[in-house]
């Protein structure tokens, strides 16, 4: 099983292919990717960094380390993996309106109303799911209303 490598700075994950074609430096912390290695120099009174296997052009030790040239399974998994952190970073930092917030508030009260519609169905079931039909016509309103 192969192990994650993330940069310290920007949390990247650093692919074997990266690691070994020398593109990542390895400080005593761990490994920074050559962004942010470019980006902030060692503070004064730290050691240079060590060069990497790849910068010291060493072969690998095992068998197992080596891989076929291309794009194997691990580095099309860290692909999807970053792809996917960069989605989950943009919805989190995507902006809000007081229009989501109402629509969520209504959404909330509409699932609520369908619970009692669901309990006084035998008395007055019709009129609960009428008013989780306007809540829920609302929330969509509000969505909408928050996206542009």
Excluded: H
């Excluded at 860290?78 to 007081?98: G, M, P």
């Excluded at 369908?114 to 929330?139: E, P």
């Amino acid at each position: 099983m192969a192990a994650y490598r993330y940069c310290l700075r920007c949390r990247r994950t650093l692919s074997r292919k990266e690691i070994e074609e020398g593109l990542v430096t390895e400080v005593p912390e761990g490994l920074l990717c050559s962004e942010c290695a470019e980006s902030a120099p060692a503070p004064a009174g730290q050691p240079e960094p060590t060069p990497t296997a790849a910068e010291r052009e060493e072969p690998p030790t095992t068998e197992e380390e080596e891989e076929p040239e291309g794009e194997g399974p691990i580095e099309i998994l860290e692909d999807i993996l970053r792809e996917l952190r960069d989605i989950r970073q943009s919805t989190t930092f995507e902006k809000s309106s007081i229009w989501n917030v109402l629509a969520v508030v209504a959404q909330c009260f509409a699932v609520g109303v369908l619970f009692v519609a669901g309990m006084k169905w035998a008395s007055s079931g019709s009129v609960f799911l009428q008013l989780a039909i306007v809540l829920q016509v609302m929330a969509l309103t509000f969505f909408f209303k928050g996206r542009g």
